[in-house]
């Protein structure tokens, strides 16, 4: 398989999509998240949390980078995410690769489909102030950055991984 590259923000599906398709077409399948906790040397779930946004990001954009480039020249998935889209290196890695015959997938999902997959659809404090409406800006401006780099779009909101996955192979 080319690369393929997945994008979206967190909850679209781009680890569970990308580890179907490399169960069924045998790529190999990176996660960014996973790498950069793996460099980090902390646990995924909790990598940002533990030392800090600024380092985190740092850090993604240099594994995105290097996974981006041995995509190109080995081939398979990478749930990239959508936290180092911005980035300059990022963007000239993703291009490249995109030059090359690598595709770029956005994966896209609606905002209320995304909170209950993020645990912010439950009833909360009026102390956390607007939770709900910063995740919403949050999601609408990655989700333009997702767009803008991708070849083909695919919305997660009411598919199961396996048809997710079936769209973005077909």
């Given at each position: 398989?080319?690369?393929?590259v997945?994008?979206?923000?967190?909850?679209?599906?781009?680890?569970?999509v990308?580890?179907e398709?490399?169960?069924?077409?045998?790529?190999?399948?990176?996660?960014?998240a996973?790498?950069?906790?793996?460099?980090?040397?902390?646990?995924?779930?909790?990598?940002?949390?533990?030392?800090?946004?600024?380092?985190?990001?740092e850090?993604?954009?240099?594994?995105?980078?290097?996974?981006?480039?041995?995509?190109?020249?080995?081939?398979?998935?990478?749930a990239?995410?959508?936290?180092?889209?911005?980035?300059?290196?990022?963007?000239?890695?993703?291009?490249?690769?995109?030059?090359?015959g690598?595709?770029?997938?956005a994966l896209?999902?609606?905002?209320?489909?995304?909170?209950?997959?993020?645990?912010?659809?439950?009833?909360?404090?009026?102390?956390?102030g607007?939770?709900?409406?910063?995740?919403?800006?949050m999601?609408?401006?990655?989700?333009?950055e997702?767009?803008?780099?991708?070849?083909?779009?695919?919305d997660?909101?009411?598919?199961?991984?396996?048809?997710?996955?079936?769209?973005?192979?077909?």
């Open positions: 398989m080319k690369a393929l997945l994008v979206g923000p967190s909850g679209v599906g781009c680890t569970s990308a580890q398709i490399g169960a069924r077409t045998g790529a190999s399948v990176w996660d960014l996973e790498q950069v906790a793996t460099l980090l040397e902390v646990p995924a779930e909790m990598a940002i949390v533990a030392v800090g946004e600024q380092r985190y990001r850090a993604e954009r240099q594994v995105a980078v290097r996974l981006l480039r041995q995509l190109q020249s080995e081939g398979g998935v990478l990239m995410g959508s936290g180092c889209l911005r980035d300059e290196g990022v963007c000239a890695a993703l291009a490249a690769l995109r030059q090359a690598g595709r770029t997938v896209v999902c609606s905002v209320r489909r995304l909170a209950t997959r993020n645990g912010l659809d439950a009833p909360r404090s009026i102390a956390l607007t939770v709900h409406h910063q995740f919403t800006q999601l609408k401006a990655r989700e333009a997702c767009r803008e780099l991708a070849d083909a779009i695919v997660t909101t009411d598919t199961t991984v396996q048809q997710a996955v079936d769209l973005v192979l077909g």
